[in-house]
């Protein structure tokens, strides 16, 4: 054992769980140009919400042949597009091998906790992230909200993780607000909003003018221009039905 570790001196560093949003790729299956096509496409309608994102590929509504799943190809043409592939969630066996070859990270998919999953990677990590998601308040009292009073300027970003996010101002456009819960902001939205990042569909954004850059629930979408045709500039709450982001006007809500 070195000096350093016996002598009480600082580590150069420590492990600690995080908790932390990610977009998910859901793929049905892979088809080389078309994928490259399909992802600028998507990247196109905003720009600087994909810029060095870390991504994560789900394979749980995979229906193609597992001889045609590269990764590597996956991973190159998401990187030549700036974004960076690191795991996959679910699949099956030899889906999770091939994903284990190119280097990824193996995450359990939703609800996907069977024995052959749990030997495809070690308990800690499962650990760290239910310690991550675990609320502070005592059992059965939902967690506490993050109230922010000040205005939440460009290039900031506030981050709620187990909770509601309560903004007492405005939202400037660069910014981005980030919960597990709600998300509720007094004052004009101006920038990107992301609520239920944990996946929680039932997580709503209200906020008294919507002029956003971007607004998403569990990993669904809608960016500025989808936005202005309903709601614009005016107070609304933003829910998930069927898999869509409606927005109603809050005093119709």
């Not at 994928?35 to 509504?61: C, N, T, W």
């Not at 592939?85 to 994903?99: H, P, S, T």
């Not at 193996?106 to 999953?117: F, I, K, N, T």
């Not at 650990?127 to 502070?136: D, F, K, L």
Request: charge should be negative; charged fraction near 25%.
């Amino acid at each position: 054992m070195s000096d350093t570790a016996t002598s009480g001196v600082k580590q150069g560093f420590q492990l600690k769980s995080a908790s932390v949003s990610m977009t998910a790729l859901e793929l049905y299956y892979f088809d080389d140009g078309e994928f490259e096509e399909v992802l600028r496409d998507k990247i196109s309608q905003a720009p600087g919400f994909f810029k060095d994102i870390p991504l994560i590929i789900s394979l749980e509504k995979y229906q193609g042949l597992d001889s045609e799943l590269d990764f590597f190809k996956i991973i190159g043409t998401c990187r030549r597009n700036h974004i960076h592939v690191i795991g996959v969630r679910g699949g099956n066996e030899d889906q999770r091998r091939l994903a284990r070859g190119a280097a990824l990270a193996l995450l359990p998919g939703s609800g996907q906790r069977d024995r052959s999953h749990e030997t495809d990677q070690p308990a800690a990590p499962e650990a760290e992230t239910a310690a991550a998601q675990a609320p502070s308040a005592g059992a059965g009292d939902p967690p506490p909200a993050r109230i922010i009073s000040q205005p939440v300027r460009s290039g900031q970003q506030i981050h709620a993780p187990e909770g509601d996010l309560v903004i007492l101002a405005p939202v400037q456009a660069g910014a981005e607000v980030l919960a597990a819960g709600n998300i509720h902001v007094y004052g004009p939205l101006r920038g990107r909003a992301l609520a239920g990042i944990h996946g929680a569909e039932s997580a709503r954004i209200f906020c008294q003018s919507l002029e956003a850059e971007l607004v998403s629930i569990a990993g669904h979408y809608k960016i500025s221009e989808d936005l202005q045709d309903n709601g614009w500039k005016s107070a609304v709450q933003i829910q998930l039905r069927d898999d869509l982001l409606v927005v109603t006007p809050l005093d119709k809500a």
